[in-house]
């Protein structure tokens, strides 16, 4: 069961490599996170309904939708320090960091407080994927984005370890539609009340530009069909594995999104630790799977 937690883990990590890509360059990260979460909501609504009457309509205990309430606070706060970093910073530096500073936490949140154990194997796997994480990581650790980043790492472990516990007392779909539900309802109504508020000065001209083309509800729709389709994988990975194993899985997008950074960006510094990341972050999947 383990190795398909980290196939299905590792598909998430695809998926959540190619959003976050498609949410930097979209120039309004924000804005993009509202409509595809909404879309993402509306979606999946219907299909959720279906899938209940046809599996005799499971149950959501008292438990689990107070955890899915928890999980969609924290990843609403995960989605603004996310978008503030990716207004602040290159998708190189905010990726790298944010990503690889949860992995770390998480697994200290499985093992430390959920009890969770790993085979010496297991525990080797991980501290490689933590180091090609890291060596990735360290040359991408100045500017204005850092802190909240950095913050946004935190999140993810946090958001993370509740989901941990919240999926195993319910159904993973069913704690998943509710969660998007939650977080789509959050969404709007923060930005119904932002955008009643003043607004602070632009901070440079790509966000200018991108406040002159906002992002169409049918890119909105794609970006929303990766997340949540990445987010889900990760929910069933979690009631079939540990969190120790499952989060730094997920957290090798991070390679990828940083060569894609190096390659297409030319954000060229830091290009020969983010490649011996690159190669302790497969090893590091190799042990887990064993």
């Known amino acids: 069961m ?6 299905l883990a590792l598909a998430a990590a695809v998926l959540h490599g190619t959003w976050n890509v498609l949410v930097k360059v979209s120039g309004d990260p924000m804005g993009t996170f509202r409509r595809a979460t909404i879309v993402a909501a509306l979606v999946t609504t219907p299909i959720t309904l279906a899938a209940w009457l046809a599996t005799g309509r499971p149950g959501l205990t008292p438990a689990a939708a107070g955890l899915a309430a928890v999980s969609a606070a ?20 905010v990726y790298p960091i944010a990503r690889g500073s949860a992995p770390l936490l998480a697994v200290v949140a499985g ?9 010496p194997g297991q525990l080797a796997g991980v501290a490689l994927l933590l180091l ?61 009340v932002g955008a009643r508020l003043p607004r602070p000065h632009l901070e440079s001209s790509v966000v200018v530009a991108a406040a002159r083309e906002p992002v ?47 390659w297409k960006l030319r954000e060229r510094k830091g290009a020969p630790l983010k490649l011996f990341g690159a190669s302790a972050t497969l090893l590091g999947v190799a042990l887990l799977a064993l």
């Open 2 to 7: 383990t190795t398909i937690a980290i196939g």
């Open 74 to 93: 924290l990843e609403l706060v995960y989605l603004f320090l996310l978008s503030a970093a990716y207004k602040r910073g290159e998708l190189s530096v």
């Open 111 to 119: 093992i430390g407080v959920l009890g969770e154990r790993l085979a």
């Open 132 to 192: 090609g994480i890291l060596a990735v990581t360290v040359p991408q650790t100045s500017g204005r984005a850092t802190v909240p980043a950095l913050l946004t790492g935190v999140s993810i472990a946090a958001y993370t370890a509740v989901d941990r516990v919240g999926v195993r007392l319910s159904t993973p779909w069913l704690y998943g539609w509710l969660l998007i539900a939650l977080l789509a309802t959050g969404l709007a109504i923060t930005m119904w």
């Open 216 to 262: 169409t509800w049918s890119q909105g729709a794609v970006i929303g069909i990766f997340m949540w389709s990445g987010y889900l994988l990760v929910l069933v990975a979690l009631s079939i594995a540990p969190l120790s194993v499952v989060a730094p899985v997920r957290e090798t997008a991070v390679v990828a999104v940083a060569v894609w950074g190096v």
